[in-house]
């Protein structure tokens, strides 16, 4: 099984945080999806036979799509790859950017799982973190989508800003608890130099992130899931029994996927390689597509039996069922087995990662060091 992640890269204005690439403007909407549907055909063999069984609209702000353009598109993705039955096809959204009849459409069209990027019930959060609705947008949208039957939902908060106090942070909480939505993904801020938020703290025009702030939020997450029964099956990622995201699950388990539009990354099982993150640059690539081989569209770099070692051990450690020590010992070699139990052996004895049946698994407090204990682990 396998994914097809396409990139949005419109946005009605770019949030402060923001560093995946995208552009405060609608202007070109048309001729990019003209664009995109000359990658989908040039680049039906990239996942050979595999069937793709999740499709997922991310961005940039893809609610900003009109109707008919997302239906071309996943009418062209039904054409030219093996769609399992009833894929999961998720779409993201700005509370400001949709309706009820646009969501009403787009249910229509085959979208079965929606992921609104909340961020925060306060308005002070919104704010600081750039974004353009309000806390009553926020809770009109959740009211709508429910209304017009989205029984798969996720929301996006986001903690770890100094304006967000413990109690503001776990009141935001129990909204997303009253709501009865099965899934959340809750992000650390973190603040890239580049980023508008960035250079307003480089320059005091804002305040910068607290490392104690942030930990302690996490801490209330962890402990406010555990108390709902929301499994937390990676780091920022908690759901309900059964309500996991089939497609950001394929990124964590080492499963093929293929990125259409600027910026976006594929992933054959033995290669990455990622677009062009020039919009311009992207239509004119595609313009006269007629096979994968587009000239200039993407850069990949070959990975070594080191470099899925190293990737196996990253993306797998920030989950809830971590490393396998005999797919290292099976995939890589014993080798790499025996110098993955040198390297995590302290971390077993100190007790913040346990090993359940030759699965070795962070507990919370490790989760929050997750990068760095791999990078640890890393074959040079």
């Known amino acids: 099984m396998s994914g097809i992640y396409i990139h949005i890269p419109f946005c009605k204005s770019k949030c402060a ?13 048309d001729e990019y999806v003209v664009a995109l549907k000359k990658e989908i055909v040039a680049r039906n063999q990239y996942l050979g036979d595999e069937k793709v069984r999740t499709i997922y ?35 993201e959204l700005n509370p400001d950017t949709i309706d009820k009849e646009k969501m009403a459409s787009l249910k229509k069209i085959g979208v079965n799982r929606m992921s609104v990027g909340i961020q925060s019930f ?16 926020a809770l009109q949208v ?18 770890g800003m100094p304006t967000l106090t413990e109690e503001k942070w776990n009141k935001n909480l129990d909204i997303f608890f009253s709501t009865g939505i099965s899934h959340l993904s809750a992000y650390a801020l973190t603040v890239e130099p580049k980023t508008i938020l960035g250079q307003k703290i480089g320059k005091g025009i804002l305040q910068d992130v607290d490392e104690d702030v942030t930990v302690r939020h996490y801490e209330i997450l962890v402990q406010r899931t555990k108390e709902h029964n929301f499994e937390h099956y990676e780091i ?3 759901a309900r029994q059964g309500c996991r995201s089939q497609h950001n699950s394929i990124y964590w388990n080492d499963v093929k996927y293929l990125g259409l539009g600027p910026s976006a990354h594929s992933f054959d099982g033995n290669s990455r390689q990622w677009n062009v993150a020039n919009l311009t640059q992207y239509i004119k690539l595609v313009k006269v597509a ?20 190293n990737e196996y051990v990253m993306t797998s450690l920030r989950t809830s069922w971590g490393c396998d020590i005999n797919k290292i010992a099976s ?34 407090e490790g989760m929050l060091l997750a990068d760095g204990i791999a990078s640890e682990i890393f074959v040079d």
């Open 142 to 159: 959740i009211d709508d989508l429910n209304s017009v039957g989205f029984d798969k939902l996720t929301l996006d908060l986001i903690y």
């Open 57 to 91: 609209f991310g961005g940039g702000t893809p609610s900003l799509l009109k109707t008919n353009h997302i239906e071309e598109i996943l009418t062209l993705l039904h054409k030219n790859f093996d769609i399992t039955p009833n894929p999961e096809i998720t779409l």
């Open 290 to 309: 007629e096979t994968q081989e587009v000239s200039g569209l993407y850069e990949r770099e070959l990975l070594t039996k080191d470099d899925k070692f």
């Open 17 to 29: 945080y923001c560093n995946f690439f995208s552009l405060a403007s609608e202007k070109k909407i």
């Open 122 to 137: 306060h308005d002070d959060d919104l704010k600081y973190l750039g974004r353009q609705h309000n806390s009553r947008h």
């Open 236 to 238: 920022s990622n908690f």
């Open 331 to 364: 995939d890589y070699g014993i080798s790499y087995a025996n110098h993955f139990l040198k390297n995590v052996k302290r971390y077993v004895e100190s007790g913040i990662m346990i090993n359940n049946n030759d699965n070795y698994i962070l507990n919370d």
